[in-house]
């Protein structure tokens, strides 16, 4: 794959498009790689600096199997470096377009993150909108450490194609690192405040 280091992280060059045809095959795939879910991350200038001074997250970083630029200062860095990334790919575009290509690529998805009525309203507006998508379970974003073992056996009960989580980053993707073996979802990401932008 095409890639390009910045201040140690190894972006994808991939365009939205490319990515989301990537994402597509992954939920497409009869198969669980490893019970492991495929890691994208969308990482910001602000996870980029984070992972320099913490050890646990430079190797979430370093073990994601795609991470792409999500804020321009990513792709403006890319280019003082004599590179050219073509956009940026963020959660949230990855998210509407993979919503927007279940009609015709239907896949199940598990929606954890947010307020309780935040993520209820939102699961609503997709149900309501993309109806090639299939609901495998949702759960509000504050939860106690001792609610956290019921809600991964629930996610890896359910077996959703995608897991998005909402925590805030780096939040979601110390989340998804941690618990990644007990998820058997086929591709999991953080997708920052995206549930509060599609319930309005
Ligand atoms: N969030 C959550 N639990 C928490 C903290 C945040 O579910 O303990 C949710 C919050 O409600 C919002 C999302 O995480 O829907 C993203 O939060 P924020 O905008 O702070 O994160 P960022 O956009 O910086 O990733």
Redesign the pocket.
């Known amino acids: 794959m095409d890639s390009v280091n910045i201040l140690g992280v190894t972006f994808s060059k991939m365009t939205l498009s490319d990515t989301v045809k990537l994402i597509q095959a992954k939920l497409a795939a009869d198969t669980r790689a490893e019970t492991k879910p495929f890691h994208l991350i969308t990482a910001n200038p602000e996870i980029v600096m984070a992972a320099k001074g913490q050890p646990e997250l430079r190797r979430i970083v370093d073990e994601a199997d795609l991470v792409t630029p999500d804020g321009i200062g990513v792709v403006l860095a890319a280019k003082w470096q004599g590179t050219r990334i073509p956009e940026r790919v963020t959660g949230y575009d990855m998210l509407i377009r993979l919503l927007e290509g279940a009609a015709a690529n239907g896949f199940s998805l598990y929606v954890l993150?947010?307020?309780e009525e935040?993520n209820a309203k939102a699961v609503g507006i997709i149900k309501a909108k993309y109806p090639g998508v299939e609901i495998a379970g949702r759960h509000?974003?504050?939860f106690k450490g001792d609610q956290e073992n019921e809600i991964v056996a629930d996610i890896g009960r359910k077996r959703p194609d995608l897991l998005i989580v909402?925590?805030?980053?780096p939040?979601?993707e110390k989340w998804i690192y941690k618990h990644k073996s007990r998820l058997n979802a086929k591709v999991a990401f953080?997708v920052?405040?995206?549930?509060?932008v599609i319930a309005g």
Do not use: R, V
């Open positions: 993150g947010a307020d935040t509000n974003g504050f909402a925590l805030g980053a939040n979601a953080g920052g405040g995206s549930l509060d």
